[in-house]
């Protein structure tokens, strides 16, 4: 598995507790949260499913090699170029706000590194759902769409949304997941996942 701008490493930290059959590799261009995550898998007995180096998607490590990965997952930044308030912090801007890659380059690079009929999943914003799946359109298919509500009867803020290489089938919208009760509390579907270590049924 391919974890692409994976920041400190808490989701492959999450995917490799809950998958403990699988190893992690991780991307990231920002060389001190490399040293994270690297600390991380390391204080959480995972150093050994668990790795990460540094590496720009533009030009990637040459132990990257195409098809490599039977699933990749992102968390591309959410705003793009140009748009929204200037980011102080250099770091919380690189997480948030696109670079020299945009939305359409994570897609392709993750699409390339993973083998035909394998997974990818991304996490975006809600209000570009439609320049996500226009990036997939034509090179993947079996999409699902997997809102995450922040609490009932509100928009979605996030979507979760994986698709297969190499696949032609039709695409799906799942139910997602409501986040929050009415007084701000994790609903206990949300605890499970976050505390239980349940899986999301996509």
Same mark, same amino acid.
């Given at each position: 598995?391919?974890?692409?701008?994976? @920041?400190?490493?808490?989701?492959?930290?999450? %995917?490799?507790?809950?998958?403990?059959?699988?190893?992690?590799?991780?991307?990231?261009?920002?060389?001190?949260?490399?040293?994270?995550?690297?600390?991380?898998?390391?204080?959480?007995?995972?150093?050994?499913?668990?790795?990460?180096?540094?590496?720009?998607?533009?030009?990637?490590?040459?132990?990257?090699? =195409? @098809?490599?990965? &039977?699933?990749?997952? +992102?968390?591309?930044?959410?705003?793009?170029?140009?748009?929204?308030?200037?980011? =102080?912090?250099? /770091?919380?801007?690189?997480?948030?706000?696109?670079?020299?890659?945009?939305?359409?380059?994570?897609?392709?690079? +993750?699409?390339?590194? *993973?083998?035909?009929?394998?997974?990818?999943?991304?996490?975006?914003?809600? &209000?570009?759902?439609?320049?996500?799946?226009?990036?997939? !359109?034509?090179?993947?298919?079996? *999409?699902?769409?997997?809102?995450?509500?922040?609490? !009932?009867?509100?928009?979605?803020?996030?979507?979760?949304?994986?698709?297969?290489?190499?696949?032609?089938?039709?695409?799906?919208?799942?139910?997602?997941?409501? %986040?929050?009760?009415?007084?701000?509390?994790?609903?206990?579907?949300?605890? !499970?996942?976050?505390?239980?270590?349940? /899986?999301?049924?996509?």
């Amino acid at each position: 598995m391919l974890d692409i701008g994976c @920041g400190t490493g808490a989701a492959s930290l999450c %995917l490799a507790t809950r998958v403990p059959q699988c190893r992690i590799t991780g991307l990231e261009m920002q060389r001190e949260l490399v040293r994270l995550a690297g600390d991380n898998a390391l204080l959480n007995g995972m150093n050994d499913r668990v790795s990460v180096m540094a590496g720009n998607l533009l030009n990637p490590p040459p132990r990257l090699s =195409p @098809g490599m990965f &039977d699933h990749v997952m +992102a968390n591309p930044p959410f705003i793009e170029r140009g748009r929204g308030n200037p980011v =102080p912090d250099p /770091a919380k801007a690189a997480a948030t706000i696109e670079g020299e890659a945009g939305l359409g380059d994570w897609v392709r690079f +993750a699409l390339v590194m *993973v083998r035909e009929k394998g997974t990818v999943t991304f996490i975006h914003r809600a &209000d570009r759902i439609d320049a996500l799946l226009g990036q997939i !359109a034509g090179r993947a298919g079996e *999409v699902v769409v997997f809102p995450l509500w922040p609490g !009932a009867g509100r928009p979605a803020s996030r979507i979760l949304v994986r698709a297969r290489k190499q696949i032609a089938a039709p695409a799906r919208l799942s139910p997602g997941l409501v %986040l929050h009760e009415a007084d701000g509390r994790f609903t206990a579907e949300a605890e !499970a996942v976050l505390r239980g270590g349940e /899986a999301l049924i996509l």
